[in-house]
């Protein structure tokens, strides 16, 4: 009964979000010519290749997660140079940023939609050998689906949030029945692992492993010159501090632009990088700016039309390069943590060094922002007057930013090699990869 529920349910609460997703696919474009993977539907070419079978299955929902994949897929390949991989995460911007990373060996997809029939064909036509699920993708008939088949499912830096946890313990009913059809849980936490067990995960297949995301940072020294040049070619200031706003969402543009312009008055020259955590509002972050009174540089203006006077700051209106801007920057803001609750993750920036400010909102990463409290390796701020009055203590004095940064940076190369030991650990609970994919 729980699954008839869950499978009527499911298709009419997609209806209900349909229109969602097509004015998503208006806006944000490139997602619709390969919507219909969402139903199973793939291009003959495409089927052909899937159907040769023997593949490692990674849902991964989004950007982050994304990268963890990645992660994953270098260090098992290094391990096992056979194996080969689909891909699928639920998001343009995933998909968008799969595209640039993905090993010719390797496809990409959009993920199916979680009804029987749909997860059925797509499990028939990959005949994967093992699914991997990052984060919190347990997606109900796809688990059950590789149950049947005796095709091992395993949950990699797996997360359950205090929000979550509510919500699914209304529904226990239905995790016992699921997550003891999950092979191997690698929790990040204590306390997820512990939510997972409540929930109805075995105990003896529940490991803490850390999180995973302290392994997907990777310099790249050319996209960091790169990013160099475009600075200098936006019409900022040379040899002048630079403020960092990473993936900021609605209302923090504009608390950061008023702090912004307070610095400048009390501290004196000082240049700003805006980094919208999605690129579509950049019309709107636009107009903002201009009611601030401040000018601005579109990185989708460079390096063809670079200003030919001084510019206030950059707009980042780009996907994949933000990383590269953040050896640059003196202090940098992560996003979503001021005026928007859940936070975004601060280790990228904390892999080069460099002195971190959030907002109290930081919900998504709550072992994280632990690390990084305990370390004091990060400050947060419960407003725009403390963040105005953080900014101005570490812009002031270099020291600070140093030991900061240093802390941090120290941090993340501490909380290194989760990645490794959850490979080790799939091998030992006899997930093999060691079988000729090809045959």
Known sequence: MIWILYNILFPVGFLLLLP?????????????????????????TLRDRLKTGGWVWIQAVSVGEIFVAFRFMEVLRARHPQVRFVLSTNTSTGHA???????ARDVLL?????????????????RPFCVVLVENEMWPNLVRGAQRRG????????????HSFGGYQRLSLFTRDLLPRITLFCAQSEADAERLRVLGAPEDRVQVMGSAKYDVIQSDPGGERQAGLLLRAAGLMPDVPLLLGASTWPGEEKVLLEVFKELRGSLG???????????????????????AGLTCTRRSDLPENAPESPRDMLLLDSTGELKNFYVHADVIFVGKSLTQHGGQNPIEPAFYGKAVITGPHMENFPGIIEDFCDAKALIQVRDSAELFEALKGLLADAELRRSTGERAGRLVREKAGVVEATV????RAGISFEQDVGS
Do not use: T
């Open 20 to 44: 969602k997703f097509i004015i998503r696919m208006c806006r944000r474009g490139g997602y619709a010519a390969d919507f219909m993977q969402r139903l199973s539907w793939y291009r003959p």
């Open 97 to 103: 940023i799969g595209r640039k990373k993905l090993d």
């Open 110 to 126: 959009y993920f199916p939609l979680d009804i029987p029939f749909i997860m059925r064909r797509v499990l028939n036509l990959l």
């Open 151 to 162: 095709i091992p499912v395993v949950l990699v830096n797996g997360r359950i949030s205090s």
């Open 269 to 291: 020259p000082l240049n700003l990088c805006l980094a919208p955590r999605h690129m579509e509002r950049r019309d709107e972050v636009l107009r903002v700016i201009q009611e």
């Open 424 to 427: 080790l650990l799939m091998e």
